[in-house]
């Protein structure tokens, strides 16, 4: 699976940005789905995840309420819906696909290149 992420930004504290990933291949549907993000100096941090699916959704605690992941399956595709920007959502984004859902990135064998965030105060 190659996966590809687009959508970011910049964008004003309270703002909105829709990141979107399209994979490629035929089995995106038989895989789950992450995004995480890394700031500078620290390291990859969960953001949300999707079951294969779509049933089975988690979030991290400091994005519950803001943001939204979604997939929709026929068009090879996740999304990020973010909200309620705030600075300290400043990051590189990056999705990825794991067989099985989970909050470790070690888990995701498949990574998209990333996409800036930049959330100004």
């Known amino acids: 699976v190659q996966l590809q992420a687009s959508g970011g930004g910049l964008v004003q504290a309270g703002g909105s940005l829709r990141l979107s990933c399209a994979a490629s291949g035929r089995t995106f549907s038989s895989y789950a789905m992450g995004w995480f993000r890394q700031a500078p100096g620290k390291e990859r941090e969960f953001v949300a995840g999707?079951?294969?699916?779509?049933?089975?959704?988690t979030y991290a605690d400091s994005v519950k309420g803001r943001f939204t992941i979604s997939r929709d399956n026929a068009k090879n595709t996740v999304y990020l819906q973010m909200n309620s920007l705030k600075p300290e959502d400043t990051a590189v984004y990056y999705c990825a696909a794991a067989a099985w859902e989970g909050s470790k990135p070690i888990r995701y064998d498949y990574w998209g290149q990333g996409t800036q965030v930049t959330v100004s105060s």
């Open positions: 999707i079951s294969w699916s779509g049933i089975s959704i």
